[in-house]
Structures are given as structure tokens and as C-alpha cells.
């Protein structure tokens, strides 16, 4: 998943009237729960003045707090903890314990919730789903444990990966230095699966619903027979009791705690096969091996609990009903404004289930697109994260979640969103500048990262102002596209590989025969690069064609 650059600001709010204590969280008996009056969001109402105050600690370090209107991203916080659960870190903060005892005790606390055989913590799904791939390739054994990643000798050491599971989270199997077969269908399946098979993992995508040729039930079907586990990753998903992916036939599921049950952000939730998930938890901190550095403290631990307790009891139909509230204000402030239209889809599926409001209008006659209303909106006081596309018809959109707003914050959105798009702008102009050169040739590109300069190549073949060729990077070449437009270039390339994706957005100032400039690598932040263009000649050589087919030697 899963994506911007942003950071995500936590507002420090009072418990509210009747809210759990420290004190009755540690005399809490186990099963007794919470009580109602802790589910329900605290504070007062968030207006632009409260939430522009200079006492927000972010701002302390010189960091702006953002109004989340985009969902359950980890690069902006994930979600906002939830009463219960930030009073149940609290008091998990005030004793020592045992971890491998506190481990067995929410194991078999969130089985009873849960309705599944165990319930393990982890520190994020990812390291859950590390974990798991762990204790199917050592079964147990510490001394295959501490090896890892080598495994050599391993009797289990592959891991399969149906194409359409293929996800940048899958490093987290990775990590652990399997060989992943790649399988497309059912047949495929069949022959992959094979004594060194150590584990199926499956991403909660469309082509693993059931119904579909290779759901997970057809996945699970061909893999129990043979004693293969399944794991499968629902990290954004709602939790179901039980599971229905372990109703499903897998047999452990992962979920993030950060998400939609808006536990602690460095929390992961794994249900399902006890042997597994006990495996796991040796292969998880603090126990030494390949998990150490994937730490989880009892506040976690406790939170996440907290924080599954919590989801039973939540109204979540008023908490839905809340959300298209939110989205209703901002629609309506919108819809004042000539040429603007709006909807609101409602997603059936149980990863990321929030509605999404979609305001629309012709770029040419406002003058502006979604994706300049997104960067101003994200970039200017008061901050806010939005989405933003372009559609096949021409015109331009911004998407809004309102599921991690909190009350008050659809006011300052709606006035946000009517001030930047009622703004009388002039008409852009279509045209562009002429090129102060022909950059076509072969270029030596040094790229600067944070700590390393490497040596990459442009070959490039310029006609007018556009610009198309070849990048060759670090390992790999592909294509590269942009535009000149007197001296200023921007280009752009994209590596692809099995699971990953990485942009490269050059901007730069060509002078003389040398170019300089940024790079943008969306996530992976930025970097500088330097380019000349190459005085090597080509080689000539003529080719001598036979005229026949060889004789016989």
C-alpha cells in the first residue's frame, strides 16, 4: 500500500467524562471489556483556531499537523488511537511483566474475542507477516531460526505468490530469504507446491475473493490436502468475528492495528493456527534471530487487545452515519460553486470500508485541477490530505475520507475546499516556451542520493519540445518521457518490478552542455543529479551478411 510525504498531527485531548482508567484497566477482570462511555471520540469540537494553535506539540520541532481526509495511510498516522486503547498503553506502562507469559495471555484473550484457535501481537502487519513466513520455513526450530536469511539446508525454503497477490508489502516474506515461485492458476498451483514449499501467502485482493477462479477458497483447497499453510494479508480490512478468511480456509490472517480498529500504529493482529502463531511469536522480539529488530512492547500488546475489546463494542452503523455526515457538510459548501459537481461512492468490500466523497469540474473553466487543489490544500495552513485524478472525460477530481476526521474538521475542510476553487483565476496558457536546445544523445548521468553517488545514463531523442528515451539505472533500463521548455526540463522514468514500483521525476536547468537538477522518488524521498552529454562516437563497423547457410563442418 498504500503515499504521501506527509505527517500526521495528534492532537493532545482530555479523556472524556467516564472514560477507563488506569486503575480500572489493571483491576479489570479477564472478559469484563469496557464500558460504552470510552468508545466515542474526546475533546471539544475542532475549529480552525484550536487546531491552529501553537501549542500542538509538532509544531513544537517545526513540524505542521495535518486534518486527515485521505484514510488510514501509515506515512501520515495510520489512525487516531482510540480512548480505551491509549488508556490501556498507559496502563501497561506502570509494571514490568514476562513477556513470553504476557504473549500466552492475550494469545488465548484474543482467541476467546476473536472466536479463533490464537491471537498473536506484532509490531505492524508486516512484521506479523515476516514472523509467520519465519516459523513455516524454521518450524520451530531456534537453530534454523538464528540462521536466517541463509537457508541453506533449509528443508523448506519457497514461498508462493499467486500473480495477482504481488504487493509492495511482500518484502516482509522476503526478508526472511525464501525463493518465491510465482503461480497464475489452480494448475499452476499444483505443480508449484513441492517438499521444499514452506507457505502460500495471499494479499485480500478482487482475485482472491470467492467466486473468482483462484479465490483463496480454491488456494486453500489445493493446499491443505498437502499440509501447506496459508497466510493471507488484510491489513486495511474491518475485523471479522470470526475471521471470515480463517472461515475461508486460511490459516493465519493479518491485520494492522493502526487501521480500521484504530489500535496502537505500531501494532500488528494475527488470528488463526496456534502452532503457527506460537512459532511466530519465537520468531518475534524479544526474542533474538531475524525478529529482533521488529520490537513490540506490552503497551502494544495491551493496546491491541484494548483495541479488539473495543471493536466489539463500538456502534459502528453510528460511526458510518457520522462519516457521510461529514462528507454531506463539505458536498453541500461545494455545490455553491458554479460548474462543480458531486458523489459519494460507498465501497461493499471490508478493506478500507469508508464512503469517499468525489468533487468534479471542467479544469478549463475554474482554471485549476485536482492536482493543484491537492498540493496547495497539502502545503498551506490549515494542511489537509486529499487525493486527487484526472478522468477520461476531461475533467479533474479530489477524493475526501471522513473516516479519520474528527468532529469539527469538515467545517475547516469544506471552507478550505470553496475558498481554492471559487478563487478567480486567468485562463492557463496552452503554450510552451521554445527549447534553447536539442538534448538528443546519449547523456552521463551522476545521481547523488543521501549517502552514495552512482553513475546512470540518458540516451534521448528530442523533437521540439518533447522528449523520449531511455534511463538506464542502477541495474535495469526503461523508458524516460518529459519536456524542455527553454532551458527547464522534466522527465520522468518508472522502474517496475514483481511488487514494487519506483518513479523517477527529474526536474533540472540545462546549461551549456550540462544539466542539473533534483530528483523526486515519491516515498523514497529525493536526491540531486548531474548530467553531461557523452563525446563518445558511436562505433561503425560494417555487417557482413552470408549468403547462405553455413556449410556442414
Same mark, same amino acid.
Not at 469484563?32 to 466515542?40: E, I
Given at each position: 500500500?498504500?503515499?504521501?510525504?506527509?505527517?500526521?498531527?495528534?492532537?493532545?485531548?482530555?479523556?472524556?467524562?467516564?472514560?477507563?482508567?488506569?486503575?480500572?484497566?489493571?483491576?479489570?477482570?479477564?472478559?469484563?471489556?469496557?464500558?460504552?462511555?470510552?468508545?466515542?471520540? =474526546?475533546?471539544?469540537?475542532? =475549529?480552525?483556531?484550536?487546531?491552529?494553535?501553537?501549542?500542538?506539540?509538532?509544531?513544537?520541532?517545526?513540524?505542521?499537523?495535518?486534518?486527515?481526509?485521505?484514510?488510514?495511510?501509515?506515512?501520515?498516522?495510520?489512525?487516531?488511537?482510540?480512548?480505551?486503547?491509549?488508556?490501556?498503553?498507559?496502563?501497561?506502562?506502570?509494571?514490568?511483566?514476562?513477556?513470553?507469559?504476557?504473549?500466552?495471555?492475550?494469545?488465548?484473550?484474543?482467541?476467546?474475542?476473536?472466536?479463533?484457535?490464537?491471537?498473536?501481537?506484532?509490531?505492524?502487519?508486516?512484521?506479523?507477516?515476516?514472523?509467520?513466513?519465519?516459523?513455516?520455513?524454521?518450524?520451530?526450530?531456534?537453530?534454523?531460526?538464528?540462521?536466517?536469511?541463509?537457508?541453506?539446508?533449509?528443508? @523448506?525454503?519457497?514461498?508462493?505468490?499467486?500473480?495477482?497477490?504481488? !504487493?509492495?508489502?511482500?518484502?516482509?516474506?522476503?526478508?526472511?530469504?525464501?525463493?518465491?515461485?510465482?503461480?497464475?492458476?489452480?494448475?499452476?498451483?499444483?505443480?508449484?507446491?513441492?517438499?521444499?514449499?514452506?507457505?502460500?501467502?495471499?494479499?485480500?485482493?478482487?482475485?482472491?475473493?470467492?467466486?473468482?477462479?483462484?479465490?483463496?477458497?480454491?488456494?486453500?483447497?489445493?493446499?491443505?490436502?498437502?499440509?501447506?499453510?496459508?497466510?493471507?494479508?488484510?491489513?486495511?480490512?474491518?475485523?471479522?468475528?470470526?475471521?471470515?478468511?480463517?472461515?475461508?480456509?486460511?490459516?493465519?490472517?493479518?491485520?494492522?492495528?493502526?487501521?480500521?480498529?484504530?489500535?496502537?500504529?505500531?501494532?500488528?493482529?494475527?488470528?488463526?493456527?496456534?502452532?503457527?502463531?506460537?512459532?511466530?511469536?519465537?520468531?518475534?522480539?524479544?526474542?533474538?534471530?531475524?525478529?529482533?529488530?521488529?520490537?513490540?512492547?506490552?503497551?502494544?500488546?495491551?493496546?491491541?487487545?484494548?483495541?479488539?475489546?473495543?471493536?466489539?463494542?463500538?456502534?459502528?452503523?453510528?460511526?458510518?452515519k457520522s462519516w457521510l455526515s461529514r462528507l454531506d457538510l463539505i458536498a453541500k459548501k461545494a455545490l455553491t460553486i458554479q460548474g462543480v459537481k458531486t458523489n459519494v461512492t460507498e465501497p461493499?468490500?471490508?478493506? !478500507?470500508?469508508?464512503?469517499?466523497? #468525489?468533487?468534479?469540474?471542467?479544469?478549463?473553466?475554474?482554471?485549476?485541477?485536482?492536482?493543484?487543489?491537492?498540493?496547495?490544500?497539502?502545503?498551506?495552513?490549515?494542511?489537509?490530505?486529499?487525493?486527487?485524478?484526472?478522468?477520461?472525460?476531461?475533467?479533474?477530481?479530489?477524493?475526501?475520507?471522513?473516516?479519520?476526521?474528527?468532529?469539527?474538521?469538515?467545517?475547516?475542510?469544506?471552507?478550505?475546499?470553496?475558498?481554492?476553487?471559487?478563487?478567480?483565476?486567468?485562463?492557463?496558457?496552452?503554450?510552451?516556451?521554445?527549447?534553447?536546445?536539442?538534448?538528443?544523445? @546519449?547523456?552521463?548521468?551522476?545521481?547523488?542520493?543521501?549517502?552514495?553517488?552512482?553513475?546512470?545514463?540518458?540516451?534521448?531523442?528530442?523533437?521540439?519540445? #518533447?522528449?523520449?528515451?531511455?534511463?538506464?539505472?542502477?541495474?535495469?533500463?526503461?523508458?524516460?518521457?518529459?519536456?524542455?521548455?527553454?532551458?527547464?526540463?522534466?522527465?520522468?522514468?518508472?522502474?517496475?518490478?514483481?511488487?514494487?514500483?519506483?518513479?523517477?521525476?527529474?526536474?533540472?536547468?540545462?546549461?551549456?552542455?550540462?544539466?542539473?537538477?533534483?530528483?523526486?522518488?515519491?516515498?523514497?524521498?529525493?536526491?540531486?543529479?548531474?548530467?553531461?552529454?557523452?563525446?563518445?562516437?558511436?562505433?561503425?563497423?560494417?555487417?557482413?551478411?552470408? @549468403?547462405?547457410?553455413?556449410?556442414?563442418?
Amino acid at each position: 500500500m498504500k503515499r504521501r510525504n506527509l505527517i500526521k498531527g495528534l492532537a493532545l485531548l482530555p479523556l472524556a467524562a467516564g472514560a477507563i482508567t488506569r486503575e480500572s484497566v489493571l483491576a479489570a477482570s479477564p472478559g469484563s471489556g469496557f464500558s460504552s462511555a470510552t468508545l466515542t471520540e =474526546t475533546g471539544s469540537i475542532t =475549529t480552525e483556531s484550536s487546531f491552529m494553535a501553537e501549542t500542538n506539540i509538532f509544531r513544537s520541532i517545526g513540524v505542521e499537523p495535518i486534518i486527515n481526509c485521505r484514510g488510514a495511510y501509515t506515512i501520515i498516522g495510520g489512525s487516531l488511537e482510540l480512548p480505551p486503547v491509549r488508556e490501556a498503553m498507559e496502563a501497561a506502562s506502570q509494571n514490568f511483566v514476562q513477556y513470553d507469559e504476557l504473549a500466552e495471555g492475550i494469545g488465548q484473550r484474543l482467541a476467546d474475542l476473536t472466536k479463533s484457535e490464537w491471537g498473536m501481537v506484532s509490531a505492524g502487519c508486516a512484521a506479523g507477516m515476516k514472523h509467520v513466513t519465519a516459523a513455516c520455513v524454521t518450524g520451530g526450530s531456534p537453530e534454523k531460526l538464528i540462521r536466517i536469511p541463509n537457508l541453506t539446508g533449509f528443508e @523448506k525454503n519457497e514461498v508462493i505468490i499467486p500473480l495477482y497477490s504481488r !504487493n509492495t508489502y511482500d518484502h516482509a516474506v522476503r526478508n526472511i530469504g525464501v525463493t518465491i515461485i510465482h503461480v497464475a492458476t489452480p494448475e499452476e498451483l499444483e505443480r508449484a507446491i513441492n517438499p521444499r514449499t514452506a507457505m502460500i501467502y495471499v494479499n485480500a485482493v478482487n482475485g482472491s475473493f470467492t467466486g473468482q477462479p483462484f479465490s483463496l477458497e480454491v488456494i486453500a483447497g489445493i493446499a491443505k490436502p498437502k499440509n501447506v499453510p496459508v497466510l493471507i494479508d488484510a491489513a486495511a480490512e474491518n475485523l471479522t468475528i470470526p475471521s471470515v478468511h480463517l472461515k475461508r480456509g486460511a490459516d493465519v490472517v493479518a491485520y494492522s492495528g493502526g487501521k480500521a480498529m484504530r489500535g496502537p500504529q505500531c501494532a500488528g493482529l494475527l488470528l488463526g493456527n496456534k502452532e503457527i502463531l506460537m512459532s511466530a511469536w519465537q520468531a518475534s522480539s524479544p526474542h533474538h534471530g531475524p525478529g529482533r529488530d521488529n520490537k513490540v512492547g506490552r503497551e502494544e500488546m495491551i493496546g491491541m487487545m484494548a483495541a479488539v475489546e473495543t471493536w466489539i463494542k463500538r456502534d459502528h452503523d453510528a460511526e458510518y452515519k457520522s462519516w457521510l455526515s461529514r462528507l454531506d457538510l463539505i458536498a453541500k459548501k461545494a455545490l455553491t460553486i458554479q460548474g462543480v459537481k458531486t458523489n459519494v461512492t460507498e465501497p461493499t468490500e471490508l478493506s !478500507n470500508k469508508h464512503p469517499t466523497l #468525489w468533487i468534479s469540474w471542467d479544469p478549463a473553466k475554474l482554471n485549476i485541477t485536482g492536482y493543484e487543489v491537492a498540493e496547495e490544500i497539502s502545503s498551506t495552513k490549515p494542511r489537509v490530505a486529499i487525493g486527487s485524478r484526472e478522468e477520461s472525460d476531461g475533467s479533474t477530481t479530489i477524493d475526501i475520507v471522513s473516516s479519520h476526521m474528527k468532529e469539527g474538521e469538515d467545517q475547516i475542510v469544506a471552507n478550505r475546499i470553496f475558498e481554492i476553487l471559487s478563487r478567480k483565476r486567468s485562463p492557463k496558457s496552452e503554450a510552451m516556451t521554445a527549447p534553447t536546445a536539442n538534448l538528443s544523445g @546519449k547523456w552521463n548521468v551522476n545521481v547523488r542520493y543521501f549517502n552514495s553517488i552512482v553513475k546512470h545514463n540518458f540516451t534521448i531523442q528530442q523533437h521540439g519540445n #518533447w522528449i523520449n528515451g531511455t534511463h538506464k539505472g542502477d541495474f535495469d533500463i526503461r523508458d524516460i518521457s518529459g519536456t524542455i521548455e527553454g532551458n527547464q526540463i522534466k522527465l520522468s522514468s518508472v522502474l517496475r518490478l514483481p511488487g514494487d514500483q519506483i518513479t523517477f521525476y527529474f526536474s533540472g536547468t540545462l546549461i551549456g552542455d550540462s544539466l542539473t537538477g533534483d530528483i523526486h522518488m515519491g516515498e523514497y524521498r529525493t536526491a540531486k543529479f548531474t548530467a553531461s552529454k557523452s563525446l563518445e562516437k558511436p562505433v561503425r563497423k560494417k555487417v557482413l551478411v552470408p @549468403k547462405g547457410p553455413p556449410l556442414a563442418t
